[in-house]
């Protein structure tokens, strides 16, 4: 066991809102130690901390470079493919008795595929730990793909992307918008690609992926909970049992800039809602203006503040819009913020204009200090309400492992929330925001 370097999430959380509220000095903090780098007995990096507040163990595994966008393009749509199809039997069990195993012991299984990860997630009650880490072995390394199980959900995922009305947000994340902004490069033909193509993959086709990229040589994973680091070692080497270890998959994906323009695509779907859909920039991940532009953001209208510029303005003055969020979209090659807008279809083009109209405030006149101390209090607040679990904690660490961020950044990340000065927020609006060089899909009746 190597432990390469050990950080404390507590200090993070307590330390950011006892500067806010006091304003004292960072440096005047002690830290201590809780959130740790580990290997496993067959070197596999794994992040680890214990929490022993609640009985259960929480683990997520990512295999990275084996997203969509690693994929033929024709074939784009495999990796979702795989990540439903896996629990469609595994082992001994059929898919029926797989689900009755998981169901009797509490055990919560899932897997998501993105344009440049496949993560399995498992959580656990400690008690069942063992018989938990032999379930999701099996699945990982004897999956049956039962054919009648396979085409019912190859016909269901088939059937969603021709109708995109089903869900018009999640069609617009994941289908129309990578193929407006990503033109020509891995990215474009989004999660799962077309329909035409995603009805053309097979069985045989899951098996081989299985092969080349599930593999140990591109695993990382993180473990939280009610475990030992010895504990913890010994449930990542039982899920890993049989898995070939393989070649690391390439990264042959380069990075790229989102297209933007004035361009309105429209998609017509039946009903008197319409969803209005706006792409703008942001800053990396790894960026040290992220933590202003996550300001500029919140105080635009991320995560659905009454307070925000979007709301006070679009609902509460203008009632033109029922709802609204936007979300920062990292990929390991490109970053953008992806906004929603729900309204009436008759009040698409009005609502499209207040939206520009705000932005354009926004970037000319800047952001007041009242709102800068409010979205740099309401940043630490939400991720210390958001990661009140040792659950949502792995969640938000894979994620940040996968970003390539580093156990000390995400201590600095909050202390460039705290220390963010107006002059840096306003300088990055003028560099980030352009009502005119915004993409934007509108999907409802009025399109």
Not at 175 to 193: M, N
Request: net charge neutral.
């Amino acid at each position: 066991m190597i432990v390469i370097r050990k950080f404390s999430f507590v200090f993070i959380f307590i330390g950011a809102t006892f500067f806010l509220a006091h304003g004292e000095k960072w440096s005047d903090l002690e830290r201590t130690s809780s959130l740790k780098q580990l290997f496993s007995s067959s070197g596999i990096k794994f992040w680890f901390m214990q929490d022993n507040s609640a009985s259960l163990v929480h683990l997520r595994i990512v295999f990275k470079n084996s997203g969509a966008s690693h994929q033929e393009k024709h074939k784009a749509g495999l990796p979702k493919f795989y990540s439903h199809a896996v629990f469609c039997g595994s082992g001994k069990y059929n898919t029926v008795e797989f689900k009755r195993k998981c169901s009797d012991i509490s055990l919560k299984l899932s897997c998501q595929a993105g344009l440049d990860t496949v993560i399995f997630s498992m959580t656990a009650p400690k008690i069942v730990m063992t018989e938990a880490a032999e379930l999701l072995n099996v699945a990982l390394s004897s999956p049956i793909f039962d054919r009648d199980k396979v085409k019912e959900i190859q016909d269901g995922i088939g059937y969603s992307i021709q109708n995109y009305a089903l869900n018009p947000v999640v069609s617009a994340l994941h289908i129309f918008v990578p193929s407006i902004i990503f033109k020509s490069h891995a990215y474009e033909s989004g999660t799962q690609g077309s329909s035409e193509n995603f009805m053309k993959l097979s069985i045989d086709d899951l098996k081989k992926y299985k092969e080349k990229f599930l593999v140990t040589a591109n695993a990382e994973a993180c473990i939280f909970g009610d475990v030992s680091e010895k504990e913890a070692i010994s449930l990542l080497d039982r899920v890993l049992f049989k898995i070939e270890k393989g070649q690391p998959a390439e990264d042959h994906v380069p990075d790229t800039t989102p297209l933007l323009s004035s361009e309105i695509v429209k998609y017509y779907a039946e009903g008197t809602q319409s969803a209005i859909i706006f792409i703008t920039k942001n800053e990396k991940p790894l960026s040290h203006r992220r933590a202003a532009a996550m300001i500029l953001y919140r105080i635009l209208g991320e995560n659905c503040l009454f307070k925000s510029r979007i709301m006070s303005e679009l609902r509460m003055k203008q009632g033109l819009i029922y709802s609204e969020f936007m979300v920062p979209i990292d990929l390991n090659h490109a970053n953008y913020i992806f906004g929603v807008l729900l309204t009436d279809n008759s009040k698409v083009s009005q609502t499209m204009a207040a939206l520009t109209k705000v932005i354009k405030n926004l970037r000319e006149n800047g952001v007041t200090n009242e709102e800068l101390e409010f979205a740099q209090k309401n940043i630490t607040g939400s991720l210390l309400v958001g990661l009140r679990t040792s659950g949502d904690l792995c969640d938000f660490c894979l994620k940040r492992m996968i970003d390539g961020v580093s156990l000390d950044r995400l201590f600095y990340f909050l202390k460039e929330v705290a220390e963010a000065q107006l002059e840096d927020v306003n300088k990055l609006a003028k560099d980030l925001l352009d009502e005119n060089n915004m993409s934007w899909l509108v999907i409802g009746g009025a399109a």
